[in-house]
């Protein structure tokens, strides 16, 4: 057998104790001692690989704890024991990089349009010349119909766009689609504009932001879907831009991966320290290592590594299921993280979550940026998720937690991501998530109305007694 074959051999089988491993999350008791009866069976062992058999880490990927690897032993000889440890260690040597592998995805730098998707249109090309500014599509004044946008708003190409019509808030769609789960998030940001949920007043508020707050569709930015990592550089610009002149980003993914160059813009425009993040989602999204520099399940982990953001300043909700690992949440408590299982909402209550989360932001950074995940949801409210999670919050216990934070907080951009509509053949996950972003927007206006009263709903929405 070659090297080759030998290598992707024992890939194969990391591969699979991988898989195994994800429901592993017990962990060996700590100082955990083989028993004495064991000890002439570990006699012919190195000092390395007594140190492997007692690492609950290192042992975890072959869906083992040094207690289950207690019971393996005690079938073997001592040969037959050094020859199994050996082997462990074998496989976890083959995993690593080596010398010869492929450690970057091949590009031709030699291409006349290796960077032609990105280069802005500039204005001079222009067919009519005007005056910078947001411009309507619409055909019709009381009917939509025409060219989709955002809430009905108008088309601004251009920062000088958002600049000259002092946009409060722009709608941007990122249509990036490479990472983990279910993929079709490349066709949300087409599908939300299509979808109804962004427009009106809601009974809860009686407020309609799109008559309170200038609003504007800045369209789709440009992404490489063969390249995650050829695409944060340029998003984050775009996005930087958005902020810089005041307008709030709200930015429909596109999957979890955008979280690191989204909330990387507004840190650049703010400044280090000076935004807090709110995170809705069942994955923490902050794994100790992956075999990609940028994906969704290290994307928020990357800002927290890079110091972009400090832990105490992030606020997780609605984590659960396999992949909330005990390992990452000890390891983001330990870095000052504020996050909120599911199995504390189960144990407490909503309500009481929602107070948490709620004074955790308002003591935290002044500029607050929400991520918004649709697998927070449940399924049965967000069946088109990328990456679904059984036994989440409903939409009735989310909407109004994202009203409040941007109706008492200063929030300076928003993101939705991971819808993915191939998903859905139904109405649902897309028409759930424009309302949760009319929601925000809802809060923004209230804001912008002085209407900050914790909890504030409009006495005509709850009731009709004298």
Known sequence: MSATSRRLGALAVCAAALTLALSAQAAAPSGFEYPAALAPKLAGLSPQELDFIKDAKRLEPFGLTPERLS?????????????????????????????????????????????????????????????????????????????????????????????????????????????????????????????????????????????????????????????????IEHVRAMIGDMAAVGAAPFIIGGDRTLSYPDIAAIVDVYGKGKVGVVAFGAHADAAAEHDHEIADSIALGRLLKEGLIEGGSLVQIGLRGPQARADDLLRLRDLGVRYHTMAEVEQDGWEAVMSRTLKEVRNGPENIFISFDISVLDPADAPGAGRPVANGPTLREVVPLVRRLCAETKVVGFEMLDVAPILDPTYKTALNANHVMHACLTGIAMRKQGLTKPGYLNPLSVSSRR
């Open 71 to 231: 019971f393996e032993l005690a079938k073997r000889d001592p040969a037959a024991v050094k020859a199994y440890v050996a082997s462990l260690l074998a496989v976890v040597e083959e995993s690593k990089f080596h010398d010869g592998d492929m450690s970057e995805i091949p590009l031709n730098p030699a291409a006349m349009s290796f960077n032609g998707p990105t280069v802005l249109r500039p204005p001079i090309m222009d067919t009519t010349q005007r005056e910078p500014g947001p411009f309507s599509l619409q055909r019709y004044l009381h009917q939509r119909t025409g060219v989709p946008t955002y809430a009905n708003a108008p088309v601004a190409i251009r920062k000088e766009d958002l600049a000259a019509g002092q946009v409060e808030v722009a709608f941007v769609g990122v249509p990036l689609d490479m990472s983990s789960g279910y993929r079709d998030a490349k066709h949300a940001p087409t599908t939300l504009r299509l979808a109804d949920g962004l427009l009106g007043s809601e009974v809860d508020t009686l407020v309609d932001p799109s008559l309170v707050l200038r609003l504007a569709d800045y369209g789709n930015l440009a992404v490489d879907n063969m390249s995650s990592e050829r695409t």
